[in-house]
């Protein structure tokens, strides 16, 4: 239950940063109350994604360790890909569609950023990785 707690206080911040911040909160303003609104909503789903692990739910250990190998090429890419869905207004497409459209389409961006951070780990990070650490003989 902390997960889906965790996914309504996203989604609950999405309001709030709407109606209470008229979206400067996603724009990079407000770090304090961005932290504590998304940051609470975050903390909830990886509490929940722990509690779940403890239950005996867990995820093929290749696309976990994939997911875990590539979190900076996600917290590097993140910013850009949603960047370029507001230029190309996509963003601005939602609010014309039903509300299960447009979050059918948040999900398949959020799978979008997943998987070309993997790929972005896979064949850019990793290499480097291997490379650099065979300079240095490490």
Not at 58 to 70: E, F, K, Q, V, W
């Amino acid at each position: 239950t902390l997960l889906s707690i965790g996914f309504f206080v996203l989604m609950l911040g999405g309001l709030i940063n709407s109606i209470g911040f008229d979206g400067a909160l996603s724009k990079g303003y407000f770090a304090l109350w961005r932290t504590l609104i998304f940051g609470s909503g975050a903390a909830l789903i990886l509490a929940g994604a722990v509690r779940m692990e403890n239950r005996g739910w867990r995820l093929n250990p290749a696309i976990s360790c994939t997911l875990g190998d590539s979190s900076y090429a996600i917290y590097l890419s993140h910013t850009l890909l949603l960047y370029i869905a507001y230029k190309t207004n996509l963003l601005g497409f939602l609010t014309l569609v039903s509300g299960w459209t447009a979050r059918g389409i948040l999900i398949g961006l959020c799978l979008l950023i997943a998987i070309y951070s993997a790929v972005h780990y896979i064949l850019l990070e990793r290499p480097l990785h291997i490379s650099f650490r065979s300079m240095l003989k490490v």
